[in-house]
């Protein structure tokens, strides 16, 4: 790992900057904003001021003009205490140098705090090594612009060159540290592989979803097990994978990373193995965070990561969770209990249309509809059952009576 690139942002306060241009509307640039200092809060730092600007495209220098960053750099030093700017888009290395000499604090964008969010949860090796790889990735770009000369990872006689400059040397310790990784990852993969091969003829689900929408709290009353959940982007890194029997009925049921809008290429790069569980499922549970503003653009993010995944036609449940939430956020206490009944079932009926009736409302914290699901998801399951293994019976048995 090169030190130089680790950050830690405990107790930090910070800034956001993002830019409205051609592609990018006022109202999408706040969604995204709001989205940043959730991830601001997840890493550890407080977000205390947004900016923004309008530009038909980024300044190829400091991403934004002279003037919005004089007006920035005049806030940092009338407040005195904002260690980090945030910016919502990817930097290159030279502006990334540009913009911390002109505000004089540290600069990063929002692919560096997704990596330091992922690095800080990753726990176990693969996940470790695959968060490391896409940090090295990140860096290896920006190293001419941001360059600040990295540690002898290589340490000792040998490791440079004949007439290599720093840099050069910097950037070939890096490229050979990602080979590293990438054999490692290899060797990782091949056990996992071996791993999914021995569970057998068994049917397998996957829950996916965008980050923090209850996949975990999910798997938890489904599966009856203890995962990790956190009201928190990106609480679950590692896949988990637990055996659950319903009525007789075994099937295995696989808990995913979320996804995010602008998710570095790099992390979905270094965990397209970790996301081999939901290329290889049978089924896909699409959990989706229905208290959410935004939640049908979040829908459509998960589906373009699962198209790009080559595994959107598979069969989908959507479960639309939080809706304890949905409730209180949408109906003002005064609203008549038949008027809160009809704008509900118009809710339901658009959905059910949608996704030709493979969908469920449900709240995971209070476990309204589970029951539900779980009859649904049994009956998905048993009928993969028949389709695949026609002659066999030894998968499950119909409850008696």
């Known amino acids: 790992m090169i030190e130089k690139a680790k950050k830690s942002f405990q107790e930090e306060n910070a800034i956001l900057v993002g830019l409205v241009h051609k592609t990018q509307t006022e109202h999408h640039l706040r969604e995204y904003l709001d989205e940043l200092a959730f991830l601001t809060e997840t890493a550890g730092a407080r977000a205390k001021k947004r900016f923004y600007q309008k530009l038909p495209h980024p300044d190829s220098k400091t991403f934004i003009g002279s003037g919005k960053l004089e007006e920035i750099r005049e806030y940092i030093v009338r407040h005195g205490d904002i260690h980090v700017a945030i910016f919502d888009d990817e930097l290159t290395g030279s502006q990334i140098s540009n913009i911390e000499k002109a505000l004089g604090i540290k600069v990063i964008d929002r692919s560096d705090l997704i990596l330091d969010i992922f690095a800080g949860r ?98 938890n009353l489904l599966s009856k097990s203890e995962v990790f959940a956190e009201n928190k982007l990106f609480a679950t890194l590692d896949t988990t994978t637990r055996k659950v029997v319903l009525e007789n009925t075994p099937f295995l049921l696989s808990d995913t990373v979320g996804f995010i809008r602008k998710l570095p290429h790099h992390l979905v790069e270094s965990f397209k193995s970790t996301l081999d569980e939901v290329k290889e499922s049978d089924i896909l549970l699409h959990v989706v965070d229905i208290s959410h503003p935004q939640f049908e653009d979040q829908m459509k993010v998960v589906k373009k990561t699962l198209q790009d995944l080559g595994c959107y036609d598979k069969p989908v449940i959507t479960v639309f969770n939080k809706m304890d939430l949905y409730v209180a956020n949408t109906f003002d206490e005064w609203l008549d209990e038949d008027t809160k009944a009809r704008l509900l079932d118009e809710l339901t009926q658009k959905w059910i249309n949608e996704t030709q009736g493979n969908c469920i409302f449900i709240s995971a914290t209070l476990k309204q509809n589970v029951h539900e699901l779980r009859k649904i998801l049994l009956g998905k399951v048993r009928e993969l059952y028949h389709i695949r293994y026609p002659y066999k019976t030894i998968f499950y048995s119909e409850p008696q009576g």
Request: hydrophobic content about 35%; glycine content about 12%.
């Open 122 to 219: 990753a726990k176990t090796a693969q996940a470790k090594a695959q968060v490391e790889l896409a940090q090295y990735q990140y860096l290896l770009p920006r190293l001419k612009g941001m360059w600040k000369h990295l540690e002898r990872l290589g340490g000792g006689i040998g490791t440079r060159g004949p007439g290599e400059t720093e840099i050069e040397t910097d950037r070939r310790i890096v490229r050979d540290k990602i080979a590293l990784l990438r054999k490692k990852l290899e060797g990782i993969d091949k056990q996992a592989f071996t791993q999914r091969k021995e569970r057998g003829e068994f049917i397998r689900v996957a829950l996916v979803g965008y980050t923090n929408v209850g996949k975990s709290t999910l798997m």
